[in-house]
Protein backbone atom coordinates (compact mmCIF):
# COMPACT_ATOMS: atom_id res chain seq x y z
CA UNK A 1 0.00 0.00 0.00
CA UNK A 2 1.62 3.53 -0.97
CA UNK A 3 1.72 6.38 1.38
CA UNK A 4 -0.24 8.04 -1.02
CA UNK A 5 -3.19 5.65 -0.78
CA UNK A 6 -2.52 5.26 2.99
CA UNK A 7 -3.44 9.31 3.33
CA UNK A 8 -6.42 8.88 1.56
CA UNK A 9 -7.97 5.61 2.98
CA UNK A 10 -7.37 6.67 6.40
CA UNK A 11 -9.28 9.55 7.43
CA UNK A 12 -10.48 10.23 10.63
CA UNK A 13 -13.24 12.64 12.18
CA UNK A 14 -13.19 13.03 15.80
CA UNK A 15 -16.16 14.91 18.03
CA UNK A 16 -14.39 14.83 21.15
CA UNK A 17 -16.61 11.62 22.21
CA UNK A 18 -19.93 13.36 21.54
CA UNK A 19 -22.19 10.41 20.03
CA UNK A 20 -24.23 11.60 17.30
CA UNK A 21 -25.31 9.97 14.73
CA UNK A 22 -24.91 6.36 13.28
CA UNK A 23 -24.26 5.75 9.47
CA UNK A 24 -25.37 6.06 5.87
CA UNK A 25 -23.51 4.29 3.04
CA UNK A 26 -23.60 5.92 0.03
CA UNK A 27 -25.35 3.40 -2.37
CA UNK A 28 -26.77 1.04 0.17
CA UNK A 29 -29.07 3.19 2.53
CA UNK A 30 -30.59 6.39 1.46
CA UNK A 31 -29.41 9.35 3.01
CA UNK A 32 -33.33 9.46 4.87
CA UNK A 33 -34.01 8.71 8.32
CA UNK A 34 -32.57 5.47 8.67
CA UNK A 35 -33.13 5.40 12.97
CA UNK A 36 -28.99 6.28 13.30
CA UNK A 37 -28.57 9.53 11.89
CA UNK A 38 -25.02 9.35 9.81
CA UNK A 39 -23.60 10.93 7.35
CA UNK A 40 -22.11 10.73 3.51
CA UNK A 41 -19.23 12.75 1.76
CA UNK A 42 -19.01 11.09 -1.48
CA UNK A 43 -17.71 7.82 -1.17
CA UNK A 44 -16.81 8.06 2.40
CA UNK A 45 -19.37 7.25 5.07
CA UNK A 46 -19.34 7.66 9.00
CA UNK A 47 -19.92 5.08 11.72
CA UNK A 48 -20.64 6.03 15.65
CA UNK A 49 -19.01 4.17 17.87
CA UNK A 50 -18.96 5.23 21.75
CA UNK A 51 -16.46 5.91 23.33
CA UNK A 52 -14.79 7.10 20.32
CA UNK A 53 -17.50 9.13 18.73
CA UNK A 54 -18.11 9.58 15.19
CA UNK A 55 -15.01 7.75 12.82
CA UNK A 56 -14.85 8.67 8.99
CA UNK A 57 -13.70 6.02 6.27
CA UNK A 58 -12.76 6.93 3.01
CA UNK A 59 -13.22 3.68 2.09
CA UNK A 60 -13.65 0.19 3.90
CA UNK A 61 -10.82 -1.10 5.39
CA UNK A 62 -8.97 -4.01 3.77
CA UNK A 63 -6.18 -4.42 6.77
CA UNK A 64 -6.84 -4.30 10.26
CA UNK A 65 -5.71 -4.92 13.90
CA UNK A 66 -8.49 -5.60 16.83
CA UNK A 67 -8.67 -5.71 20.76
CA UNK A 68 -9.68 -9.90 21.23
CA UNK A 69 -11.62 -12.52 19.95
CA UNK A 70 -14.56 -10.77 20.06
CA UNK A 71 -14.05 -8.56 17.19
CA UNK A 72 -11.43 -10.88 15.05
CA UNK A 73 -15.09 -13.39 14.90
CA UNK A 74 -17.37 -10.66 13.74
CA UNK A 75 -14.94 -9.93 11.07
CA UNK A 76 -14.59 -13.27 9.81
CA UNK A 77 -18.57 -13.67 10.12
CA UNK A 78 -18.33 -10.31 8.04
CA UNK A 79 -16.21 -12.37 5.32
CA UNK A 80 -12.81 -10.40 6.30
CA UNK A 81 -9.45 -12.03 6.82
CA UNK A 82 -8.45 -12.05 10.30
CA UNK A 83 -6.73 -9.27 12.16
CA UNK A 84 -3.22 -8.91 12.06
CA UNK A 85 -2.66 -9.04 15.71
CA UNK A 86 -4.77 -9.25 18.79
CA UNK A 87 -3.43 -8.29 22.35
CA UNK A 88 -3.74 -12.15 23.11
CA UNK A 89 -4.19 -14.63 20.03
CA UNK A 90 -4.39 -17.56 22.34
CA UNK A 91 -7.21 -16.53 23.89
CA UNK A 92 -9.14 -15.91 20.30
CA UNK A 93 -9.60 -20.07 20.23
CA UNK A 94 -10.09 -20.75 16.33
CA UNK A 95 -10.76 -24.26 17.00
CA UNK A 96 -14.60 -23.34 17.43
CA UNK A 97 -14.68 -23.01 13.32
CA UNK A 98 -14.07 -26.69 13.16
CA UNK A 99 -18.04 -26.52 14.00
CA UNK A 100 -18.76 -24.92 10.72
CA UNK A 101 -17.84 -26.10 7.16
CA UNK A 102 -15.74 -24.59 4.76
CA UNK A 103 -14.61 -21.91 7.56
CA UNK A 104 -11.07 -21.85 9.52
CA UNK A 105 -8.78 -19.72 10.52
CA UNK A 106 -4.91 -20.03 11.74
CA UNK A 107 -4.62 -18.64 14.75
CA UNK A 108 -0.89 -19.27 14.14
CA UNK A 109 -1.12 -16.22 11.62
CA UNK A 110 -1.83 -13.51 14.10
CA UNK A 111 0.34 -11.38 16.27
CA UNK A 112 -0.08 -10.63 20.00
CA UNK A 113 0.38 -6.97 20.49
CA UNK A 114 0.92 -7.83 24.24
CA UNK A 115 4.28 -9.18 25.50
CA UNK A 116 4.33 -10.26 29.18
CA UNK A 117 6.45 -8.10 31.30
CA UNK A 118 6.63 -4.59 27.98
CA UNK A 119 2.57 -4.68 27.56
CA UNK A 120 1.85 -2.97 24.39
CA UNK A 121 4.68 -1.24 22.60
CA UNK A 122 3.60 1.93 20.02
CA UNK A 123 5.27 1.29 17.58
CA UNK A 124 4.33 -2.15 16.58
CA UNK A 125 0.85 -0.48 15.52
CA UNK A 126 3.66 1.84 12.85
CA UNK A 127 4.62 -1.58 11.54
CA UNK A 128 1.15 -3.33 10.91
CA UNK A 129 -0.15 0.13 9.31
CA UNK A 130 -3.66 -1.22 9.38
CA UNK A 131 -6.85 0.78 8.36
CA UNK A 132 -8.38 0.54 11.57
CA UNK A 133 -7.67 -0.53 14.83
CA UNK A 134 -11.11 -1.92 16.31
CA UNK A 135 -9.76 -1.12 19.96
CA UNK A 136 -11.10 1.06 22.87
CA UNK A 137 -8.19 3.42 23.81
CA UNK A 138 -9.60 3.50 26.74
CA UNK A 139 -8.89 -0.11 26.65
CA UNK A 140 -5.00 0.97 26.06
CA UNK A 141 -4.52 3.35 28.80
CA UNK A 142 -6.28 1.73 31.47
CA UNK A 143 -5.55 -1.73 31.30
CA UNK A 144 -1.30 -1.30 30.44
CA UNK A 145 1.29 1.00 32.14
CA UNK A 146 2.97 3.36 29.13
CA UNK A 147 -0.07 4.84 27.48
CA UNK A 148 -1.32 8.37 27.76
CA UNK A 149 -3.59 10.35 25.28
CA UNK A 150 -0.65 11.35 23.12
CA UNK A 151 -0.19 8.09 22.19
CA UNK A 152 -3.25 7.22 21.04
CA UNK A 153 -3.22 10.66 18.95
CA UNK A 154 0.23 9.24 17.47
CA UNK A 155 -1.90 6.09 16.83
CA UNK A 156 -4.47 7.65 15.18
CA UNK A 157 -2.30 9.19 12.92
CA UNK A 158 -1.95 5.59 11.60
CA UNK A 159 -5.31 5.22 11.48
CA UNK A 160 -8.74 5.44 13.37
CA UNK A 161 -9.51 3.60 16.68
CA UNK A 162 -12.73 2.00 16.51
CA UNK A 163 -13.40 -0.19 19.50
CA UNK A 164 -15.54 -0.67 23.01
CA UNK A 165 -14.89 -2.99 25.58
CA UNK A 166 -18.07 -4.96 25.03
CA UNK A 167 -16.75 -8.07 26.75
CA UNK A 168 -17.14 -7.09 30.88
CA UNK A 169 -19.39 -4.05 32.27
CA UNK A 170 -17.07 -4.31 35.51
CA UNK A 171 -14.32 -2.28 35.59
CA UNK A 172 -14.28 1.79 36.92
CA UNK A 173 -12.51 3.22 33.67
CA UNK A 174 -15.46 2.17 31.67
CA UNK A 175 -18.55 2.32 34.00
CA UNK A 176 -19.84 5.66 32.00
CA UNK A 177 -19.93 3.76 28.51
CA UNK A 178 -22.67 3.57 26.34
CA UNK A 179 -22.85 -0.40 26.48
CA UNK A 180 -23.21 -2.48 23.76
CA UNK A 181 -24.38 -5.91 23.33
CA UNK A 182 -22.99 -8.10 21.07
CA UNK A 183 -25.08 -7.98 17.67
CA UNK A 184 -25.11 -3.90 18.40
CA UNK A 185 -21.07 -3.97 18.00
CA UNK A 186 -21.34 -6.22 15.40
CA UNK A 187 -23.77 -4.09 13.38
CA UNK A 188 -21.14 -1.41 14.13
CA UNK A 189 -18.29 -3.31 12.61
CA UNK A 190 -20.34 -4.20 9.63
CA UNK A 191 -20.80 -0.58 8.58
CA UNK A 192 -17.49 -0.47 8.53
CA UNK A 193 -16.34 -3.13 6.35
CA UNK A 194 -19.30 -2.15 4.28
CA UNK A 195 -20.63 -5.64 4.81
CA UNK A 196 -24.02 -5.03 6.36
CA UNK A 197 -25.93 -7.95 4.13
CA UNK A 198 -24.05 -10.27 6.04
CA UNK A 199 -24.75 -8.71 8.80
CA UNK A 200 -28.44 -8.70 8.51
CA UNK A 201 -28.20 -12.20 7.31
CA UNK A 202 -26.66 -13.42 11.01
CA UNK A 203 -28.98 -11.40 12.21
CA UNK A 204 -31.83 -13.44 10.80
CA UNK A 205 -29.84 -16.63 12.00
CA UNK A 206 -29.51 -15.32 15.57
CA UNK A 207 -33.54 -14.86 15.94
CA UNK A 208 -33.82 -18.07 14.65
CA UNK A 209 -31.88 -19.73 17.32
CA UNK A 210 -32.89 -17.69 19.92
CA UNK A 211 -36.15 -18.96 19.37
CA UNK A 212 -34.63 -22.19 19.79
CA UNK A 213 -33.56 -21.82 23.24
CA UNK A 214 -36.95 -20.79 23.94
CA UNK A 215 -37.91 -24.32 23.56
CA UNK A 216 -34.66 -26.22 25.78
CA UNK A 217 -35.12 -23.51 28.28
CA UNK A 218 -37.21 -25.45 31.42
CA UNK A 219 -39.41 -22.91 33.81
CA UNK A 220 -37.57 -20.50 35.88
CA UNK A 221 -37.86 -22.71 38.59
CA UNK A 222 -36.41 -25.42 37.18
CA UNK A 223 -33.06 -23.97 36.05
CA UNK A 224 -29.68 -24.79 37.68
CA UNK A 225 -27.45 -22.38 39.98
CA UNK A 226 -23.75 -22.26 38.41
CA UNK A 227 -21.00 -20.91 39.09
CA UNK A 228 -18.38 -19.18 36.87
CA UNK A 229 -14.73 -19.45 38.21
CA UNK A 230 -11.22 -19.74 37.25
CA UNK A 231 -9.17 -21.86 38.74
CA UNK A 232 -5.62 -20.86 39.85
CA UNK A 233 -4.40 -24.45 40.42
CA UNK A 234 -4.03 -24.12 43.99
CA UNK A 235 -7.47 -24.58 45.05
CA UNK A 236 -8.32 -21.54 44.94
CA UNK A 237 -10.79 -19.70 41.96
CA UNK A 238 -11.40 -16.13 40.58
CA UNK A 239 -15.26 -15.62 40.82
CA UNK A 240 -16.96 -14.34 37.80
CA UNK A 241 -20.45 -12.93 38.54
CA UNK A 242 -22.95 -13.02 35.22
CA UNK A 243 -23.54 -9.44 33.97
CA UNK A 244 -24.76 -7.83 30.83
CA UNK A 245 -21.08 -7.95 28.86
CA UNK A 246 -20.60 -9.61 26.06
CA UNK A 247 -18.42 -13.15 27.89
CA UNK A 248 -21.53 -13.97 29.35
CA UNK A 249 -24.20 -14.22 26.71
CA UNK A 250 -24.68 -17.83 26.51
CA UNK A 251 -25.52 -18.48 29.83
CA UNK A 252 -27.80 -15.04 29.92
CA UNK A 253 -29.79 -16.95 27.01
CA UNK A 254 -30.21 -19.83 28.73
CA UNK A 255 -31.57 -18.29 31.75
CA UNK A 256 -29.45 -20.05 34.46
CA UNK A 257 -29.32 -19.20 38.18
CA UNK A 258 -26.12 -16.83 39.29
CA UNK A 259 -25.37 -18.81 42.56
CA UNK A 260 -22.22 -16.55 43.14
CA UNK A 261 -24.64 -13.48 42.69
CA UNK A 262 -27.17 -15.06 44.97
CA UNK A 263 -24.13 -14.82 47.55
CA UNK A 264 -22.07 -12.09 49.23
CA UNK A 265 -19.01 -12.83 47.08
CA UNK A 266 -18.12 -10.20 45.02
CA UNK A 267 -17.02 -9.93 41.26
CA UNK A 268 -13.48 -10.94 40.17
CA UNK A 269 -13.29 -7.63 37.49
CA UNK A 270 -14.03 -5.56 40.21
CA UNK A 271 -12.44 -6.88 43.61
CA UNK A 272 -9.40 -8.91 42.15
CA UNK A 273 -10.56 -11.23 44.91
CA UNK A 274 -10.52 -15.43 44.91
CA UNK A 275 -12.23 -18.02 46.34
CA UNK A 276 -11.59 -21.04 48.11
CA UNK A 277 -13.34 -24.53 48.76
CA UNK A 278 -14.57 -23.46 52.23
CA UNK A 279 -16.43 -20.95 50.66
CA UNK A 280 -18.00 -23.03 47.40
CA UNK A 281 -18.55 -25.50 49.84
CA UNK A 282 -20.91 -22.43 51.54
CA UNK A 283 -22.47 -21.31 48.48
CA UNK A 284 -22.38 -25.35 46.58
CA UNK A 285 -23.72 -24.48 43.43
CA UNK A 286 -25.13 -27.25 41.50
CA UNK A 287 -23.11 -26.85 38.39
CA UNK A 288 -19.64 -25.00 38.36
CA UNK A 289 -18.19 -23.64 35.07
CA UNK A 290 -14.86 -23.08 34.60
CA UNK A 291 -13.11 -20.46 32.72
CA UNK A 292 -9.59 -20.65 31.22
CA UNK A 293 -9.61 -24.04 29.54
CA UNK A 294 -11.18 -23.69 26.22
CA UNK A 295 -7.75 -24.48 24.52
CA UNK A 296 -7.90 -27.88 25.95
CA UNK A 297 -10.79 -30.69 25.10
CA UNK A 298 -12.97 -31.93 27.75
CA UNK A 299 -11.62 -35.27 27.79
CA UNK A 300 -7.94 -33.18 28.96
CA UNK A 301 -10.20 -30.89 31.21
CA UNK A 302 -11.85 -33.78 32.89
CA UNK A 303 -8.22 -35.55 33.63
CA UNK A 304 -6.55 -32.24 35.26
CA UNK A 305 -9.29 -29.22 36.76
CA UNK A 306 -12.06 -32.09 37.50
CA UNK A 307 -9.20 -34.77 38.68
CA UNK A 308 -8.07 -32.10 40.75
CA UNK A 309 -11.24 -31.16 42.38
CA UNK A 310 -11.98 -34.98 42.95
CA UNK A 311 -8.94 -35.04 44.65
CA UNK A 312 -9.43 -32.24 47.04
CA UNK A 313 -10.68 -33.45 50.55
CA UNK A 314 -13.15 -30.34 50.04
CA UNK A 315 -13.20 -30.15 46.28
CA UNK A 316 -14.71 -33.92 46.59
CA UNK A 317 -17.70 -32.61 48.53
CA UNK A 318 -19.42 -30.12 46.06
CA UNK A 319 -22.59 -31.18 44.70
CA UNK A 320 -21.25 -30.30 41.32
CA UNK A 321 -18.13 -32.24 41.45
CA UNK A 322 -19.78 -35.32 43.01
CA UNK A 323 -22.42 -35.45 39.91
CA UNK A 324 -19.61 -34.99 37.24
CA UNK A 325 -21.45 -31.63 37.12
CA UNK A 326 -18.13 -28.96 36.25
CA UNK A 327 -17.67 -27.79 32.55
CA UNK A 328 -15.27 -25.38 30.70
CA UNK A 329 -17.42 -22.53 31.10
CA UNK A 330 -16.60 -20.91 27.60
CA UNK A 331 -14.38 -18.16 26.30
CA UNK A 332 -13.95 -14.43 27.71
CA UNK A 333 -14.53 -13.20 24.13
CA UNK A 334 -17.26 -14.17 21.69
CA UNK A 335 -18.23 -12.90 18.79
CA UNK A 336 -21.41 -13.97 16.63
CA UNK A 337 -19.75 -17.44 15.41
CA UNK A 338 -18.82 -18.58 18.25
CA UNK A 339 -21.49 -17.68 20.54
CA UNK A 340 -23.59 -19.81 18.40
CA UNK A 341 -21.27 -22.97 18.88
CA UNK A 342 -20.56 -22.38 22.91
CA UNK A 343 -24.35 -21.61 23.33
CA UNK A 344 -24.71 -25.20 21.73
CA UNK A 345 -22.39 -26.72 23.87
CA UNK A 346 -23.38 -24.78 26.95
CA UNK A 347 -27.20 -26.36 26.31
CA UNK A 348 -26.24 -29.11 26.01
CA UNK A 349 -23.92 -28.96 29.60
CA UNK A 350 -26.86 -27.55 31.32
CA UNK A 351 -30.16 -28.66 29.72
CA UNK A 352 -29.10 -32.10 28.21
CA UNK A 353 -30.09 -30.77 24.59
CA UNK A 354 -29.17 -33.26 22.16
CA UNK A 355 -30.52 -32.04 19.24
CA UNK A 356 -28.54 -29.16 17.16
CA UNK A 357 -29.96 -25.76 17.71
CA UNK A 358 -28.40 -23.76 14.78
CA UNK A 359 -27.42 -24.66 11.01
CA UNK A 360 -23.42 -24.95 10.59
CA UNK A 361 -24.11 -24.61 7.17
CA UNK A 362 -26.25 -21.31 6.88
CA UNK A 363 -23.42 -20.07 8.76
CA UNK A 364 -20.61 -21.15 6.64
CA UNK A 365 -22.77 -20.44 3.75
CA UNK A 366 -23.07 -16.36 5.35
CA UNK A 367 -19.34 -16.26 5.86
CA UNK A 368 -19.15 -17.09 2.12
CA UNK A 369 -21.11 -15.41 0.41
CA UNK A 370 -23.64 -17.93 -0.55
CA UNK A 371 -26.48 -17.37 1.47
Known sequence: MTDERNRTRRTVLRTGGVIAGGIALAGCISGGDDGGGGSTDGDSYAVTMPPVGDVEFES????????????A????????????????PSRYHTHYYDEIPDVGVDGESIDALYEDGAGVDKEKFYDYEADVHVIDPNFLQNRYDGWDESDVDDVEQIAPFFGNSIFSREYEWHDDYEYLTLYEAF???????????RYDAFESLHGEFQSALEDVVPPEGDRPAVAILWPNGDGTFLPYLISEGTSFKQWRDLGVRDALAESDVDDFHSSRGQVDYETLLEIDPEIILCRGYEGSSAEEFRETVVADMEGDAAGSKLTAVQNDDVYRGGPLYQGPITNLVVTQRAAEQVYDVDERLFDPQAVSDIVNGDA
Request: glycine share 8%; proline share 8%.
Open 60 to 71: APETWVANNGSW
Open 73 to 88: DMGVALGQDPPEALWM
Open 187 to 197: EKLSQVFQEEE
